[in-house]
């Protein structure tokens, strides 16, 4: 009978050890006598009681303004006919994505805030996990989509109606949330399968794969070798579609002769460029660079809480069409 001593180093510098027994029983079965993690504790943000009400009734509102904000873009979309284009068709669809994100995040956060952390189950954790994931999956690919979109509206006008169709928006739609689904599935049963021991403390509002994997008694190796090759198809290929089709965008409006046609045309990729911009932006500073503490939580918020709240109100705020859809909305009721 093997017997396993495993160490479990806390952050704060302290040591537990907890033994893991192997029986010699039938192939495929094992028996273990190990203080296995079953649920974490998350700290969110620590702090005073008054500290933390104002942060809660901040995260509230800004949670409530960005359902009501993303259910009217959905609402509009579906219900004007001067929005059924595929444009608008794919707007609806990133707000799908920051519901999902917020409902997600949100909820449990401000629970958090309310008893100064809180408990989540393995289970949950990791399907809190998958569903955030996900859902940056499939903005990655409904984001290099649109760029697409853009770049056949600019490059190809004339021909735009017969290379876009309704039939080729909603397959295309499709495809990135199967992709999104499917890709960070896989991202998210082979940690789940991981040993976990020891402190099961993690200092984060939400159940991020980085810090979780901290705490695995288990070797990492294969889970961040998935990391790396699941994030290429999911994190490079947009990004490079993303970068190629500006840059034949960008050569095909400097050669427009008019300043007015020009800026007309650069008009109808801004809204597109600032939510690509801010959404790498945060998505490299977290995963691609990162960092520890106060200052992960910082860009954790912002993709997690920011990013679904300004998605609508830049795709509103600048849109004429949505504008003129909301007072006829608003003029008809």
Partial sequence: MPVYIVECQRAAGKISEHR??????????QKTNLTVITGFYLLGFQGSQLLRNVLFFMFFILFGTTICGNLLIITLVSTSRNLHTPMYFFISQLSISDILVSIDIVPNMLHMLLNNGGTMTFVGCFAQFFFLSASGGFECFLLAVMSYDRFVAICNPLRYTS????????????ICWMLGFVCLFILTITPSQLYFCGDNIIDHFFCDLVPVLELSCSSIFIVQLEMYVIGFPTIIIPTTIIVVSYTYIVITVLRIPSST???????TCSSHLIVVNFFYWTLFSVYVIPKKGKTTKFISLLYTVFTPLINPIIYSLRNKDIKKALQEVLHRY
């Fill in 20 to 29: 893991l027994i192997e029986e010699d029983l039938p192939v495929g079965r």
């Fill in 163 to 174: 290379i876009v169709t309704t039939q080729l928006c909603i397959q295309l739609v499709c």
């Fill in 261 to 267: 046609g020009r800026q007309k045309a650069f008009s």
